[in-house]
């Protein structure tokens, strides 16, 4: 099996092909600190894309209450699962995470789903990818178990490093919204595991997409997807996933006058907690240093943004910034290990990291660079025992073609409600 450079895992990994990256990557960074769990979201994706017949189940993107929730059920304790039985107590981390952007969270010592394919052989075949299928109950919802809580009256679970978050040792009542669409990964699950090569990376964007006319349905990507994000539909009989918008992205859109258009999901999010981007990456899939791209910044500058289950190897595109008030074991196991990290810059932003978040939603374009110019300090106080300063900064984003999008505050500007109406709420 050739071997390609996985920087998630700070490692060369197995995988079927042989290493390729696009000229850029479609990537998005979602602040799970700010989702309200509204599912503008997923219905802006589902309006666009997958009303038809046969895709009723569908959901390209959904929000799932976390630690409960799943679509399909159970998607990621299912493949945690397995990939802890075929290396039993391996699944581990090495190293800490540090500036270097070709392996920032450390080592991962453990397998990926590409590295233990045995365990999923079925007869004389065995498969590329570990995976499983979902049987069809599974999917039913977007978001069973919506706010359900982790507390006390829960079954407990172990959430890894020997703690348990019964409310008998806690007390402590949590859960969150995880968003979620397909990763437009590096190294996808779903192009290794298909036999008639029908998916396929573009190589000008990083997009994966299923080839409806090669695509015969078998379901080897919906089998080897980590995340599930690869859907089979009946009526068809040919798998369906995500299509990361790309006439938008291209900017076919008219509005955008040619320049790159976010997403439906990123651009519809009531939260504004959504940014997509299309980064600079190397041959190895590495992110070329691009210092004032908002998405470099976050993830390899702040980097309070992080990927979703980086072990599972796929180097998934999605990234997240982590909730404050969850179990830093469970997060850990959900992000990796730059989690404490991310919280604590997160929750003590410096002067850069806060005009950057004002960046979320400001504008339907993909932003490919920002400026930021200084303004006058406005507030001061004590932030978790921390000095905080907040300077009125102004923050100047550009497109793709180097024109300005829009420019904004740091501080939120102050309505008032002119007297004739006071009362008219
Ligand atoms: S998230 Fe799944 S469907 Fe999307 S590219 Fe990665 S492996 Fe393929
Ligand atoms: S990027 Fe487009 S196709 Fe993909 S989940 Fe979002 S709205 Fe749906
Ligand atoms: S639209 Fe935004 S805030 Fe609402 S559920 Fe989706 S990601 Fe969260």
């Known amino acids: ?41 997923t219905m802006a994706c589902k309006s666009t894309w997958t009303f038809a017949k046969g895709q009723e189940h569908m959901w390209w993107t959904n929000v799932e209450t976390k630690p409960y929730g799943g679509y399909p059920q159970h998607w990621d304790i299912k493949i945690l699962d397995k990939l802890e039985q075929a290396n039993p107590g391996g699944q581990r981390w090495s190293g800490s995470p540090n500036g270097d952007t070709k392996r920032p969270y450390g080592r991962f010592d453990g397998k990926t789903v590409f590295e233990v394919p045995q365990a999923v052989a079925r007869g004389d075949q065995p498969n590329q990818v570990l995976g499983y299928l979902p049987p069809d109950e599974e999917w039913r919802f977007p978001n069973m178990y919506e706010d359900t809580v982790q507390h006390g009256q829960s079954k407990p679970m172990d959430f890894g490093q020997g703690e ?189 990291l806060l005009a950057v978040l004002q960046l979320f939603r400001r504008s339907n374009q993909i932003i490919a660079r920002y400026e930021i110019e200084p303004g006058p300090k406005v507030y001061e106080t004590e932030l978790h025992d921390k000095k905080f300063e907040m300077y009125n900064d102004t923050i100047i984003a550009f497109n793709g073609k180097g024109q300005e999008i829009f420019r904004t505050d740091v501080e939120e500007p102050v309505h008032v409600r002119p007297s004739s109406h006071a009362n008219t709420i």
């Open 1 to 41: 099996m050739p071997s390609v450079y996985n920087w998630q895992l700070g490692r060369s990994m197995g995988y079927p092909y042989e290493e390729a990256s696009p000229n850029e990557q479609f990537a998005f960074v979602i602040n799970i600190n700010r989702c309200i769990g509204c599912q503008t979201c």
């Open 164 to 352: 348990t978050l019964d409310g008998e040792k806690k007390h402590k009542a949590w859960f969150y919204y995880l968003a979620r669409l397909c990763n437009h990964c590096s190294y996808p699950a779903c192009l290794a595991a298909c036999p008639r090569t029908a998916i396929y990376k573009r190589p000008e964007d990083g997009i994966v997409l299923i080839d409806q006319k090669e695509c015969r349905g078998y379901r080897k990507c919906v089998e080897a997807c980590p995340y599930k994000k690869a859907l089979y539909r009946g009526t068809t009989r040919t798998s369906e996933k995500c299509i990361g918008c790309y006439p938008r992205v291209e900017g076919k859109d008219p509005e955008t006058k040619g320049a790159p258009m976010e997403t439906r999901c990123m651009a519809a999010c009531i939260g504004q907690v959504r940014m997509q981007g299309l980064v600079n990456v190397a041959q190895d899939n590495t992110w070329v240093e691009d210092r004032y791209h908002p998405l470099y910044y976050l993830v390899h500058v702040a980097k309070v943004a992080l990927p979703l289950y980086p072990q599972f190897g796929t180097e998934p595109n999605g990234y997240y910034i982590p909730p404050r008030w969850v179990p830093i074991s469970y997060l850990s196991q959900m992000f990796g290990p730059g989690v404490e990290d991310a919280i604590e810059r997160y929750r003590n932003p410096d002067r850069e």
